[in-house]
């Protein structure tokens, strides 16, 4: 099945895509599962349409993760959500031995990551996330941008039966890149960009709204996006990546270890490869989503201050 | 508090699954036990020889083939539990002599590469929810069998084990049984002296569980209390099994300092010849 994304009505936010396509693939697949810890509100449309199998364990990620652990052994294909913090570091002991060792069929859906939790402060950031997540082997990650990205993962964790973790933001919503309605490509160029120009490289939401955004005021810059961030996928999207540009610049909401940047420097060894990211600092003041990223100094300037260094002699 | 094996019918004891037969399994489980401590690497004894009754019990419920899975929370008595799944037939080999040895699947704490277990533990809690999720599937898809979870009581330390006591009874799992093999140690000391637990029967029951208390040594008694259809129930069930270290091998009975223990072959052979 794909996702038709109508103009008549603005795009969803990533959390809200997920919860209403994953209610209509449990239409078509009796195994599918929804478990939230206490996060996922109080008009689920999970809850509404199959109520038999929506599960609000309270708050309890750990015995949540191991629970379904549990079911997908025997034989459902159950999808849990709750904010990044206490999925990937919290329970990330269970996500090692459930979606790692066991390589049990579980999808994990995490809002909040990054700092997009903004003035709730430290204890709902997570930046650590993709460190944990992709040194487990054998999980599929991804950080979808938009509504129709979001879709497609969603329907290839369903239909792959093996685990996934699938991160997001709050409540903000994107335009979706074009051609994304189904099969997602493993890089999605959206700017080929000019000769020898520095390439970005962008991950996430709002890793690929900058890129976009700096893109669009240095309209020289290539840009290509990477949905699928575990190692097997970098792998292949380095390569792709290196046929076409040999200097990038990888935008990421994320710590500076552990992360996309590093990755594909090492996947990339004879490119230049910088990071623009959320560095070191702890956040500790309130304000906005983009208010807190530019304080952690992950903004557009320097964005564009990365790639203009790439190009100087 | 419900003593259910005051009200349980007795297990169905045919010829072939009798208490005789049972008693035969664990005392030879017990010897292979022995033999995995006179393994180069030493095992787990005391807790593995505490729980051996248990297992036995539990894997009699599970081998009537009604969906029911035990977990062995406790996962550092794997050599309890290999023991145990020999003895039931559901090993294709003896892991005596292959325990924590390259190229075999019989590690120190289980995983899902040895024939007959499902799920990964040793990192202590786990198995509670994993159960627990086992449980949930049972009942989701209108079947019986049970989930069946088997702690030690130092294990109740840790959080994970309530968190998931906490759902159950939220969810009125009422398939879901957690047993704890009350041996009264821990890998330093006596739970007594370490993080004691209290009315631990009176603890499940203000959860929301039934409870039954038992000689975790009597197998008539556990096959017992778990051997109801609780298809039906809706309060999970916790079964508090009073147990000794080191039970059956009287050299170190109710010593604290069984918790691990590595020996020659002489003595595991006078050790086995006085398992009774």
Redesign the interface.
């Known amino acids: 099945m794909t996702a038709t994304i109508t103009e008549a009505r603005p795009a969803l936010a990533g959390r809200d895509a997920y919860r209403d396509e994953l209610t209509r693939i449990a239409g078509e697949d009796p195994r599918v599962l929804c478990l939230e810890a206490d996060l996922g509100g109080k008009n689920h449309p999970f809850q509404r349409a199959h109520p038999d199998r929506f599960f609000n364990l309270g708050i309890a990620e750990g015995a949540m993760v191991d629970m379904a652990a549990g079911l997908a052994v025997g034989g459902y294909r159950p999808f849990l959500s709750t904010f990044a913090p206490f999925a990937a570091l919290r329970a990330a002991e269970s996500l090692k031995l459930t979606l790692g060792y066991l390589n049990a069929g579980v999808t994990v859906v995490a809002p909040y990551a990054g700092v997009s939790g903004a003035w709730f402060g430290t204890t709902h950031h997570c930046l650590e996330d993709l460190a944990v997540l992709r040194s487990v082997p054998g999980v599929t990650i991804a950080a979808p941008y938009g509504e129709a990205e979001m879709r497609a993962v969603v329907r290839a964790a369903a239909r792959s039966g093996k685990p996934y973790y699938i991160r997001t933001g709050r409540n903000a919503a994107y335009t979706s890149l074009p051609g994304q309605d189904d099969e997602l490509p493993l890089v999605a160029w959206d700017s080929a960009g000019g000769e020898g120009e520095p390439c970005l490289v962008s991950v996430g939401e709002e890793g690929t709204r900058l890129a976009l955004e700096a893109r669009e005021r240095d309209p020289g810059l290539a840009h290509a996006h990477l949905v699928y961030l575990d190692h097997d996928h970098l792998a292949r999207a380095a390569a792709e990546l290196a046929g076409r540009h040999s200097r990038f610049v990888v935008v990421e909401e994320h710590r500076r270890e552990g992360g996309v940047a590093e990755a594909l420097a090492l996947l990339m060894p004879r490119c230049e490869v910088v990071g623009v990211n959320a560095g070191h600092d702890w956040p500790a003041e309130g304000g906005d989503h983009h208010e807190v990223m530019a304080r952690l100094g992950f903004d557009l300037p320097a964005v564009l201050s990365a790639a203009s260094r790439l190009r100087a002699p | 508090m419900t003593v259910l094996t005051d009200v349980l019918e007795p297990v169905d004891s045919g010829p072939a699954t009798g208490q005789d037969l049972l008693a035969e399994r664990a005392r030879e489980a017990r010897r292979l036990v022995v033999d995995m401590a006179a393994s180069p690497r030493g095992c787990h004894l005391g807790g593995s020889l505490s729980v051996l009754d248990i297992l036995i019990a539990s894997l009699h419920r599970a081998s009537s083939g009604d969906g029911t899975e035990m977990v062995l929370s406790k996962g550092h008595a794997a050599a309890g539990l290999y023991a145990a799944l020999y003895v039931n037939g559901v090993l294709p080999e003896n892991p005596a002599p292959l325990y924590g040895m390259a190229g075999h699947p019989y590690t120190g704490h289980p ?2 590469k040895v024939p007959g277990v ?3 533990t040793g ?1 202590l ?2 198995g ?11 009942r ?2 209108g079947k019986p069998g049970l ?1 069946i979870a088997v702690t030690g009581d130092g294990e109740l330390q840790e959080g ?1 084990v309530w ?2 006591c ?2 159950a009874a ?2 009125r799992l009422g398939n879901f049984v957690l047993v704890v093999d009350r041996n009264g140690g821990q890998n330093d000391g006596m739970v007594a002296d370490v993080s004691p637990l209290p009315e631990l029967a009176a603890r499940f029951a203000a959860f929301g569980f039934e409870t039954a208390e038992v000689d975790g040594h009597d197998l008539a008694a556990l096959t017992a209390v778990l051997s109801g259809d609780r298809t039906e129930a809706t309060r999970p069930l916790a079964v508090v099994a009073d147990t000794v270290k080191g039970k059956g091998v009287p050299a170190v009975e109710g010593k604290a300092a069984s918790h691990y223990v590595t020996i020659d072959a002489a003595r595991a052979a006078k050790w086995k010849r006085a398992i009774r």
Not at chain 2, 128 to 138: E, I, M, N, T
């Open positions: 995983g899902p499902r799920f990964p990192s809690g786990h509670v929810p994993y159960a627990a999720g086992w449980a949930l599937s049972r989701l898809g989930g994970l968190e998931t906490q759902v939220a969810q």
